[in-house]
């Protein structure tokens, strides 16, 4: 009695293992959407997209990583084709340097207006630098802005200028 005990709880736990493991390979269960979406791996060479069916909104994710260097690089884009919003955003580090960096794009069809900008951080000298450019092509403004700064030598620049195409 007890071997059949033992044998029926192995066969019910077979059972409900291989209906827990109903998922494609590499996929994330989203509970708001309901949906399953390609895994993101950040440290090899790839791409994942994700389509949210109840906002519209589309995302591409890629990244790579490349092991001689050590150099990584990530990129992700966005857009949703109801508001007509689109951004994209990149990261790069070098271990070499030390440096961080991003750069982005933004685009509101409401207004019009394109943002890109674009920082960088290097820890071994301290330094930060950021810049950003807008332009709008209902008003004809394009307005620039920078700016940069070194906490060890406690010297900072900015810049910002706004013009009329």
Do not use: D, I, K
Request: a positive charge; hydrophobic letters at 30%; one cysteine or more.
């Amino acid at each position: 009695m007890n071997n059949r005990f033992v044998s029926l709880s192995l066969v019910v736990g077979a059972c409900l293992l291989g209906h827990a493991g109903s998922a494609p390979a590499q996929a994330v269960y989203n509970p708001y959407t309901n949906t399953y979406a390609p895994a993101y791996n950040p440290y090899v060479a790839g791409a994942a997209t994700v389509h949210n069916p109840y906002t519209g909104t589309t995302e591409t994710r890629a990244a790579a990583y490349n092991p001689y260097t050590g150099g990584a690089a990530r990129t992700a884009t966005v857009s949703n084709p109801y508001t007509g919003a689109a951004a994209t955003g990149t990261a790069v580090h070098n271990p070499y340097t030390g440096t961080n960096a991003a750069a982005g794009a933004v685009h509101n069809p409401y207004t019009g207006t394109t943002t890109t900008g674009s920082a960088a951080h290097n820890p071994y000298t301290g330094t930060s630098a950021a810049r950003e450019t807008s332009y709008n092509p209902y008003t004809q403004t394009v307005t620039h802005s920078a700016q940069a700064s070194n906490p060890y030598t406690g010297r900072s620049a900015s810049y910002s200028r706004s013009y009329h195409r």
